[in-house]
């Protein structure tokens, strides 16, 4: 039988698995079980992945072809010791920007220390006037966030950025799990592998616990702009596993600045919307007045506090990759602490020594809008022709606000099946943090997106990428895990508008962070019988 690790070549980056061709303790286990298979055993395990995938309607398009999401059968493994370094840091990372949104809405004291500048903040294209003075009840702006990270060349984490807009990919951790618990039963009895089955219930209570005051039973919605969005299937899950309403725009109404949900039973009180739509679309009394997926009246119903949105209004100004350059800064002024997590090396453009060095060394950097996602608009120097480069130096010679550049970084490598044989790819992680107002807890894992292709380093699903479940090891006591299709936890909510909350395709993207294409939501306005293309992009990771 044929050995799969066989010939498994050290590549030029940190490997998770392999060291020096010998396997490193977390990964043991994992190592002698697929072992113990040959190419066709393997590969019939990765068949009843995507099966299972396809059971869940779990999939996305390719030129029109409906394929299940990959899911590769090597899971990654992060020890309990790392991953009780990198937890604390997410959570430490999300305490500071909860501050900064406080702050940037509120006193702007950051600005007054000299510690960022004005011009950052007001230039920023996500920074929402309307949201000032709005407090939401528990203080809380950042229910949930996703922090992507890599590992450098020498194996520690760096910050690649900062998603805490609407973060997307949840779906995926917890299907994954699903799926690879039955197809390799014998590692999950073997295993200390920490539950992700907790999210839903983890959320909602940050939910619950943003209601307005005086609401001791507080009503929540998951509010989706509708069937065709790319992250339907997402919105619907989690609306599910919460046992809350999925609903959409046209499902709400403000009157007497108060929200409500059209039911069956007549009109019911809404105290929290766990909003799935871009802030240009929540509120066309406010923002784009031909929106038809928000509801008209909503930031004023936010600001007299009778209702909380989640995640709030604004948050996007934090996802500005200018001024994810000023968060170790921002961690050290708001929390007084150093940071535990360092971002990638990362140049601003606007500081002419920096656009000039830039300039000069362009083909050897990767240049990134400022308020891009899902790898839109990136320039790869070392792949980039001549043409590209010096179309690209004209541009961010006219707007280096717009513009950030970082080093190639050699993403970290996990086994992953290529044909007969495992070879190394590279990967990313999005671990995901929930901010109940008493504590940010980190889901233990996260997405952990992989490049199929050999050398590969951008991780999208467009261009061939898939994912791996993450396992994280500990003492934490099992649990069953979460059982998607087989009932789960809340009993649903009752009397709403129904939806479809079953086997829906994944035209999913999970980098997408609610930054939707206007397209598509213009579909969506149009309640069209043609769906949307796909647009599975990931991120570019590197």
């Known amino acids: 039988m044929a050995d799969l690790f066989e010939g498994y070549p050290a590549g030029v980056a940190w490997d998770e698995m392999m060291e020096s061709g010998a396997v490193r303790a977390p990964y043991r286990h994992v190592h002698r079980t697929v072992g113990t298979l040959n190419a066709d055993e393997l590969r019939l395990r990765a068949d009843a992945l995507a099966r299972s995938y396809l059971a869940q309607g779990v999939t996305f398009d390719v030129g029109g072809e409906e394929r299940p999401f990959p899911l590769d059968s090597v899971p990654r493994v992060i020890d309990a010791a790392e991953w009780d370094l990198l937890a604390p840091g997410v959570a430490q990372r999300v305490r500071a920007l909860e501050a900064l949104l406080e702050d940037v809405y509120g006193g702007q004291r950051a600005i007054t220390d000299g510690v960022l500048p004005r011009s950052l903040i ?19 702006r950042v229910h949930v966030a996703g922090i992507d990270v890599i590992r450098d060349s020498a194996g520690g984490w760096r910050v690649l950025e900062d998603n805490v807009r609407v973060p997307s990919g949840v779906s995926y951790v917890l299907s994954n799990r699903r799926a690879m618990a039955q197809s390799f039963p014998e590692l999950f009895s073997t295993m200390r592998i920490r539950p992700v089955a907790d999210y839903p219930r983890r959320l909602l209570a940050a939910l619950s616990a943003a209601a307005p005051p005086g609401v001791d039973e507080p009503v929540v919605v998951v509010l989706t702009p509708g069937v065709y969005n790319s992250a339907y299937f997402e919105h619907s899950l989690l609306a599910r596993l919460m046992g809350v309403e999925l609903v959409e725009g046209r499902d709400l109404i403000c009157s007497g600045g108060k929200v409500y949900m059209r039911t069956t039973e007549g009109r019911r009180r809404v105290d929290v919307i766990y909003r799935r739509v ?38 996007g100004v934090a996802d500005d990759k200018l001024v994810y350059t000023y968060v170790p800064d921002l961690i050290r002024y708001y929390l007084g602490e150093e940071p535990i997590l360092k971002n990638v090396d990362t140049w601003r453009l606007e500081e002419p020594d920096a656009l000039a060095e830039v300039l000069d060394r362009l083909d050897e950097l990767v240049v990134k809008p400022v308020d891009g996602s899902g790898g839109k608009g990136i320039i790869i120097g070392p792949a980039a022709s001549r043409n590209e480069l010096d179309e690209a130096r004209v541009r961010l010679a006219a707007d280096p606000r717009g513009w950030i550049a970082q080093p190639v970084v050699q993403l970290s490598t ?37 490049a199929l292709a050999e050398g590969q380093l951008v991780v999208n699903s467009s261009q061939g990428g898939g994912s791996k479940d993450t396992w994280v090891l500990g003492a934490e006591r099992r649990s069953p895990e979460l059982h998607p299709h087989h009932g789960a936890t809340a009993a649903p909510g009752s009397g709403a508008h129904p939806h479809p909350v079953q086997g829906v395709r994944l035209d999913f993207n999970p980098s997408d962070d609610g930054t939707l294409s206007e397209q598509t939501q213009q579909q969506q306005q149009a309640d069209s019988d043609e769906p949307t293309a796909s647009d599975p992009d990931g991120a570019l990771a590197c």
Do not use: K, M, Y
Not at 122 to 140: K, T
């Open 122 to 140: 007001v230039s920023s294209a996500n920074f929402v006037r309307a949201a000032r003075g709005i407090n939401p009840p528990n203080g809380v």
């Open 278 to 315: 871009d802030d240009d679309f929540v509120d066309p009394v406010v923002f784009r007045p031909d929106s038809l997926l928000g509801c008209p009246g909503l930031i004023g119903a936010a600001r007299a506090g009778a209702v909380t949105i989640a995640n709030a209004v604004g948050n």
């Open 414 to 450: 996990v086994p992953t099946l290529a044909g007969d044989s495992l070879r190394p790819r590279h990967v990313d992680l999005r671990p995901f943090a929930v901010n109940d107002g008493e504590q940010v807890w980190v889901l233990p894992g996260g997405l952990t997106r992989v």
